[in-house]
């Protein structure tokens, strides 16, 4: 094969970048496309997966905690909860606390949708393991979640 000819820059995978923010960006970008492939599939998009996910976590959840936990503006995190409400899968209830704010909990319909995408997204998550090897990705998965975690 010639150097520089098209036969070589089909065989060859193309280098994305060596830079951290560009190589993290593809990657989150790449897997979250995958993700929400499988999840449109079941009528869900990747945003109303983990807002199911961060209800579960709790036993409600003010907006104020889901912007912070999901990264959502607020508008955005009001249409999904809108959404969510709607279709039984959360309801809201006063904050006991404080009547002016609202807490949002997962509803058993939404636990029995939630259980059913978490296994549409461990299939996923088991077949990227697979084509990189669990070693690989547990070791990532490690790495990402002590970025996670750093305080900013």
Do not use: C, F, N
């Not at 929400?36 to 997966?49: H, I, P």
């Not at 995190?77 to 899968?89: C, K, N, W």
């Not at 490690?142 to 750093?150: N, S, V």
Request: net charge negative.
């Amino acid at each position: 094969m010639v150097p520089g000819t098209d036969a070589e820059a089909v065989t060859r995978p193309v280098r994305v970048s060596d830079d951290l923010v560009e190589l993290l960006t593809v990657v989150q970008r790449r897997v979250a496309r995958g993700v929400a492939a499988v999840l449109a599939e079941d009528g869900t998009t990747l945003d109303g997966y983990r807002l199911l996910r961060s209800l579960a976590g709790a036993p409600g959840r003010s907006m104020g905690e889901l912007v912070t936990a999901l990264h959502l503006p607020a508008p955005t995190l009001t249409r999904l909860v809108d959404g969510a409400v709607d279709a039984a899968l959360a309801y809201r209830l006063p904050d006991p606390d404080d009547g002016r704010k609202v807490v949002v909990h997962l509803s058993e319909p939404g636990r029995i949708r939630l259980s059913r995408l978490e296994a549409l997204v461990r299939a996923h998550e088991s077949a990227l393991a697979t084509s990189l090897g669990g070693d690989r990705v547990a070791a990532l998965a490690r790495a990402l979640g002590d970025l996670a975690t750093e305080e900013a």
